[in-house]
């Protein structure tokens, strides 16, 4: 008795051991797949991260060589157009750091890792710049030689096809960076998925400590991905921040010069394929640069700031009001009924050339409109441009005494829309 005593408590003990051993090894098992789990979730949410990251470096980079390029241009017109020497080696300075810190953006771009097409894009932009350069030295030679005007008409009339190129790969970069970010974070939201229903598998299949240990993982994963859709969030309103950047003029909130030639383009072939029509208005204000030199630049902004205010209180919700730049605005009108047409332009008028208060100093703002119709005045955007350029040309001649016949198209706006 005593010995079976014994072999049965020895048999206990084994089988003890053995139970012991084989939860140990139960435990380590599931615990281990757990955590390779974890590991596939933690991986796959550090992909998504980094992939976003570096796509919005890749935006803002791209927003930022548009943004130093156009800034570059305006400097060297600014340069060639000033009449003090000290202004214009001061400018000279301007644009040399200027350059620097585009080819320093540039170079940061093309260090960050790059696919087929960031590769040729940013060969474009160098082939663009390199163009810029030359065209930017020409420039600069004829001005030295005395010939700035001529420097002056160079720029005019091949700059601007660049920068137009420029802005295109521009905008090829975003889109390309946008649909790259939403297509790979897609896959790796389902690699995320598939690991998170093994681990649910698993942890369901485990005893009460492993299934502790399962959701306490669950809910800490549950706080990183929120971490990590919190980034894509702002990364998308990064992305909407940067357009409208792009689209808006800075001074006065109205469309940009880039967007309006974008929504004239469109609203013509609208009008063209629906049977609809569509009125132009190109607006030069007059005698602008001498409100700036008798009553400063604050003066000379807050002007410009309320006739875009009042332009826009003038026209319908749906209709587009752009500053071209300077003093010039255009406002593009569709589904306008010609017998409506007369009494809407005549109003617009009128609420910009009232009183502008600025300070203790009352100004009397002037300006040339010139409007274009379609069909009647032209079918296409280069057509009605040119008939409205030149009817506030007239207009603005008329009073000055001077000819009426325009001669060449002063703020490029006929190449905008037919380039060379």
Same mark, same amino acid.
């Not at 548009?66 to 340069?79: C, D, G, K, P």
């Not at 609420?351 to 069909?375: C, E, F």
């Not at 009426?404 to 037919?418: A, C, V």
């Given at each position: 008795?005593?010995?079976? +005593? ?10 003890? @051991? ?19 789990? *974890?590991?596939?979730?933690? !991986?796959?949410?550090?992909? @998504? ?5 570096? !796509? ?8 930022? #060589? ?26 000279? /300075? ?22 087929? +097409? ?51 790969? @521009? ?13 790979? +974070? ?23 400590? #492993?299934?502790? *240990? ?20 702002? #990364? ?16 006065? /909130? ?52 309320? #006739? ?23 406002? @593009? *009108? ?63 001649? !008329? !009073? ?21």
């Amino acid at each position: 008795m005593d010995s079976l +005593s014994s072999q049965l408590e020895s048999t206990a003990r084994r089988l003890g @051991i053995y139970v012991a051993l084989g939860f140990v090894f139960a435990f380590l098992l599931v615990g281990s797949l757990v955590l390779h789990g *974890v590991w596939q979730q933690h !991986r796959v949410l550090d992909d @998504i991260e980094g992939l976003l990251d570096l !796509r919005a470096k890749k935006i803002t980079l791209a927003s930022n #060589i548009e943004a130093l390029s156009r800034r570059r241009s305006q400097i060297l017109f600014a340069q060639l157009l000033s009449d003090e020497k000290s202004e214009r080696e001061e400018l000279m /300075g301007q644009y040399l750091e200027t350059s620097d810190r585009f080819q320093q953006t540039i170079a940061l771009f093309a260090a960050l890792p790059q696919d087929n +097409s960031d590769t040729g894009d940013i060969g474009r932009l160098r082939a663009i710049e390199a163009r810029h350069d030359e065209l930017n030295e020409q420039a600069l030679t004829l001005t030295s030689q005395g010939a700035r005007e001529t420097a002056l008409k160079l720029l005019r009339e091949k700059a601007i096809a660049l920068q137009g190129a420029e802005a295109e790969v @521009i905008d090829s970069i975003r889109t390309h960076q946008q649909s790259r970010m939403a297509a790979q +974070s897609s896959a790796t939201r389902e690699q995320a998925r598939a690991a998170m229903w093994v681990s649910a598998i698993i942890g369901a299949t485990a005893c009460g400590l #492993i299934g502790f *240990v399962f959701f306490g993982v669950r809910w800490l994963l549950r706080e990183r991905s929120k971490s990590v859709n919190q980034k894509a969030k702002e #990364i998308e309103e990064l992305s909407e921040k940067l357009f409208i950047e792009a689209t808006r003029d800075p001074l006065t /909130g109205l469309a940009n010069r880039r967007m309006f030639f974008q929504e004239l383009e469109r609203a013509v072939a609208r009008a063209n394929s629906q049977s609809t029509t569509l009125s132009l208005g190109y607006i030069d204000l007059d005698q602008f640069k001498p409100i700036n030199d008798q009553h400063g630049h604050a003066a000379g902004d807050a002007l410009l700031r309320t #006739i875009a205010e009042r332009m826009r209180a003038s026209v319908r919700s749906e209709d587009l009001v752009a500053r071209l730049g300077g003093d010039e605005f255009a406002v @593009i *009108v569709e589904n306008l009924s010609p017998d409506d047409a007369p009494a809407f332009e005549q109003t617009l008028r009128d609420r910009i050339a009232a009183d502008v208060v600025v300070g203790d100093t009352v100004i009397k703002p002037q300006m040339s409109i010139g409007w274009a119709h379609l069909p009647d005045e032209g079918r296409s955007a280069g057509e009605l441009l040119n008939f409205a350029d030149q009817l506030m040309y007239e207009q603005k001649a !008329r !009073r000055k005494g001077q000819p009426t016949k325009r001669e060449k198209d002063s703020f490029g706006l006929r190449e905008m829309i037919n380039p060379a």
